[in-house]
């Protein structure tokens, strides 16, 4: 009996971790299964959910046996007497038998889970692979390395969470170290379900696509914000004190880069030149009547000032030295 039991034990720890825990809505199921056509959640039966870990043959001829099972007692009763602490029970005696008087035990880890009208109503069972049988309030861990993740799951679960609460806790709790390779999880990599309370009748519905792409964004951590700016670097929109003013007076540049007022050579472009600090040729002055040779003010220059070169005017020549 201790070599079947450790030869169940160490099959059953070969496989990932599943979860299963009560939120306000229902009860959430969650399973690492990158399979979409072999499933480790299903329906059993009205408001009763199934989930195992292990052998997939050997779970899903469990999994059979229990809709039928359900169904019978329903179509022979009621379907009120059908419930997930009875199929829990037959589970039991089944696997026990199969235990004990097989060669071979079951390499399965089984919870059968029910919703209730109330969350005091809800009620998850877990059974192993020799048949015992436990209940277990608020979540419960199986399969794999189901203590770390059952200790992960028990500092993030509370009463009465969202679906998405849920969702992350068991995420986080599925993500612990040593539970397998892949510490972060997508879509195509878990198999969701959950047994919503609100719905009439048939109350198990998977969740896929949109909405489990929805449910991971909600659960995985905020990108941290980026820190603010360092308030002792120069801001390049400030006007630099270091720079000179143009329009200080005795600057040495003007805002264009030329000469300031004070600079040499500065001033209008009459009065650039040599000589700039007299009267122009040709005005009247204070100093006396104009040259006759001069042109007056009234006609234009017909030529170049007295003294004066074809060199002078820029047609082939330098400036005036």
């Given at each position: 009996?201790?070599d079947?039991?450790d030869?169940?034990r ?6 990932r ?5 009560q ?16 499933h480790?959640?299903s ?27 359900a ?5 022979q ?9 009875g ?61 770390q ?6 500092e ?30 997508s ?7 959950v ?19 929805e ?65 122009a040729p ?10 006759p ?29």
């Amino acid at each position: 009996m201790r070599d079947k039991a450790d030869y169940a034990r160490k099959g059953i720890a070969r496989g990932r971790s599943c979860v299963a825990l009560q939120y306000a809505g229902g009860i959430l199921l969650v399973a690492p299964n990158p399979s979409s056509a072999l499933h480790k959640i299903s329906e059993i039966y009205d408001r009763i959910g199934f989930a195992a870990v292990g052998r997939y043959n050997e779970y899903e001829n469990l999994r059979k046996a229990g809709v039928t099972y359900a169904d019978i007692t329903g179509y022979q009763f009621d379907r009120n007497d059908v419930t997930a602490r009875g199929i829990a029970n037959w589970y039991a005696q089944t696997l026990g038998t199969i235990f004990t008087e097989s060669p071979k035990p079951f390499e399965v880890e089984i919870v059968v889970a029910e919703v209730g009208a109330t969350p005091a109503d809800d009620q998850i069972y877990r059974i192993t692979f020799d048949g015992s049988v436990t209940d277990e309030p608020g979540f419960v861990a199986f399969g794999g390395l189901a203590e770390q993740v059952s200790a992960a799951l028990k500092e993030r679960y509370s009463d009465d969470m969202s679906l998405s609460e849920a969702f992350a806790a068991a995420l986080d709790a599925l993500s612990a170290p040593g539970n397998g390779e892949r510490p972060e999880f997508s879509a195509a990599q878990l198999e969701v379900a959950v047994l919503d309370r609100a719905r009439d009748h048939r109350t198990f519905r998977r969740i896929r696509a949109a909405r489990l792409e929805e449910l991971l964004t909600e659960a995985r951590p905020a990108p941290a914000a980026e820190p603010p700016a360092d308030s002792s670097a120069p801001d390049s929109s400030a006007p630099d004190s270091s720079a000179p003013d143009s329009s200080a007076p005795g600057s040495s540049a003007s805002a264009s880069g030329g000469p300031g007022p004070g600079a040499p050579g500065a001033g209008s472009p009459a009065s650039s030149g040599p000589g700039t600090s007299g009267p122009a040729p040709g005005s009247s002055g204070p100093s006396g009547p104009s040259s006759p040779s001069s042109p007056t003010d009234s006609e234009p220059p017909t030529g170049p000032a007295p003294g004066g070169s074809d060199r002078g005017t820029g047609l082939g020549g330098g400036s005036p030295l």
